[in-house]
């Protein structure tokens, strides 16, 4: 084409994922197979409902440090020790923790996967939880906590969240916890936290590669079969907001040359129905390179690298949040210029090649996803976590596909409402707040590094 427009994209090709073998085991154990026959390997995750929504406020923090934990040693290996005998199958331990689960995996030859399997078993259902080892994980995180109150970026976020949600919500602190909730975490509260949580009913297996779904059947029987455990019920999350009206918090990071800016409001959960056409609606707002919220600040303005909004998914609650790092004197017009794009996302229709840029897009690097056992196994923890439907990845492309500009407009609309945004800014005050008072968007307040009030 000559004329400079972007082509056409072609029909999407056809994708079917996977075919899922599930049984569960006379002790509760969900075991998901996936046969995958490309390559001799396979990818065994073993995981559990026992993310960091289920840490009680006051010890926030132990989800993650538990899991971390669990590397550290069973009964039968220390953490060398069992580093080792991956190292001899030919694979690593690796280890995850979200919101909604705490995972433990491993991708080894076909061959070796009884061997991993008894290994994750170990890992998962027998930790040793050395002291000295948890005393280690306990004070790496406070000093990552203690790293991260100097690095803007990241107090950015945890500051979005705790302005975002109420200060009951466990979700308004980082699933790290926080330096006055790490600190207790001992490990009693971390060998209650696993014996609670970490138990067949609450878990699953999945193994995804060139694999016999009845010959993994017999393996896990014969790697998790005895595992034993009461399940524990997770904790009620609130998920009320910190503000009900538009506010302005400004975090003092003196003599700062940019300002990180997060601004945004809670959202629906994961579940809701509207999710594919909110994905749309982010996309076209802030999701993609070419999106509206970074063409403005970046392209026409030349205020930022990039300027992005996403949401949050979590199980009973999200936020939506847009981000961006600016020059300092430019903080309340990038703040200006965010919320104009909000407003217009609210008022508009969208045009056709962006609706058809966003679909697109969303259609066409899915299947690219799923390209490995790994990759596989991480969409099945993803689908367990949430109680999606066993047909959600084949019914995805066609449902994003079947979004209308309509429904972008309903959603955000709908779901985007400027007299809740929290705009959050963490810089320099004496640059940013007296412009940031003039835009006139809400009343300004003033805190130091740690959330403390300070005006």
Same mark, same amino acid.
């Given at each position: ?7 056409? /994209? ?12 599930? @049984? ?60 080792? =005998?991956?190292?001899q199958l030919g694979g690593s331990l690796d280890t995850g923790?979200?919101? /909604?689960? /705490? ?22 259902? #027998?930790? %040793?939880?050395?002291?000295? @080892?948890?005393?280690? !994980? ?6 990552? !906590? ?28 980082? +699933? ?26 609450? %878990? ?26 009461? /399940?524990?019920?997770t904790p009620d999350i609130a998920v009320d907001a910190a ?43 802030? $999701? ?20 992005? %909004? ?10 939506? +949040? ?9 903080? =309340?017009?990038?703040?200006? +210029? ?8 609210? $008022? ?5 090649? +962006? ?15 799923? @390209? ?11 689908? #367990?976590?949430? $109680? ?25 609309? #709908? ?15 004496? !640059?940013?707040?007296? @412009? ?20």
């Open positions: 084409m000559t004329d400079g427009s972007r082509p056409p /994209a072609g029909p999407p090709r056809p994708y079917a994922f996977p075919s899922i073998e599930r @049984e569960v085991l006379s002790n509760g154990l969900t075991v998901l197979v996936v046969p995958m026959r490309r390559l001799p390997v396979a990818t065994a995750l073993l995981m559990s409902d026992a993310g960091a929504e289920c840490d009680p406020i006051s010890h926030a923090g132990v989800a993650a440090l538990t899991v971390n934990a669990m590397t550290e040693g069973t009964r039968r290996h220390d953490a060398a020790a069992l580093a080792e =005998a991956f190292e923790n979200s919101w /909604a689960h /705490a995972e433990v995996s491993t991708t080894v030859l076909t061959a070796h996967l009884p061997s991993a399997l008894g290994l994750l078993a170990e890992v998962m259902c #027998e930790p %040793s939880f050395p002291e000295g @080892e948890i005393g280690r !994980l306990r004070e790496e995180r406070m000093a990552e !906590l203690l790293q991260q109150r100097t690095e803007p970026r990241g107090l950015a976020d945890d500051m979005f969240a705790r302005f975002a949600f109420a200060s009951n919500s466990r979700y308004a602190l980082a +699933e790290g916890g926080d330096e006055r909730t790490v600190v207790g975490v001992t490990r009693d509260v971390i060998v209650a936290h696993h014996a609670r949580f970490v138990v067949p009913t609450r %878990s699953a297996l999945i193994v995804a590669g060139d694999v016999d779904p009845a010959t993994i059947m017999q393996q896990a029987e014969t790697a998790f079969g005895r595992w034993i455990g009461d /399940a524990g019920v503000h009900s009206t538009r506010q302005v918090h400004v975090v003092g990071k003196p003599d700062s040359p940019q300002s990180e800016l997060r601004v945004g409001h809670l959202s629906v959960p994961r579940t809701h129905p509207d999710y594919h056409a909110l994905s749309i609606m982010n996309a076209i707002l802030g $999701g993609l390179f070419n999106s509206r919220m970074n063409l403005n600040l970046r392209e026409t303005h030349a205020y930022t690298y990039g300027a992005f %909004s996403r949401f949050d998914w979590r199980r009973r609650a999200s936020s939506f +949040e847009t981000s961006t790092a600016v020059q300092s004197d430019v903080t =309340a017009a990038a703040v200006r +210029e965010i919320l104009v794009e909000i407003d217009r996302m609210r $008022g508009e229709t969208v045009r056709p090649a +962006e609706l058809s840029l966003a679909v697109d897009y969303l259609t066409g690097v899915f299947p690219i996803r799923f @390209e490995t056992t790994a990759a596989i196994a991480d969409a099945l923890v993803m689908r #367990e976590s949430y $109680g999606l439907p066993a047909d959600y990845f084949d019914s995805y492309r066609d449902r994003v596909a079947a979004v209308t500009a309509a429904d972008v407009l309903r959603v955000a609309h #709908e779901h985007l409402d400027p007299s809740r945004l929290q705009v959050v800014a963490v810089g320099d005050p004496d !640059l940013a707040r007296a @412009e940031l008072e003039a835009l006139n968007i809400g009343p300004v307040q003033q805190y130091d590094a740690s959330g403390m009030r300070t005006s």
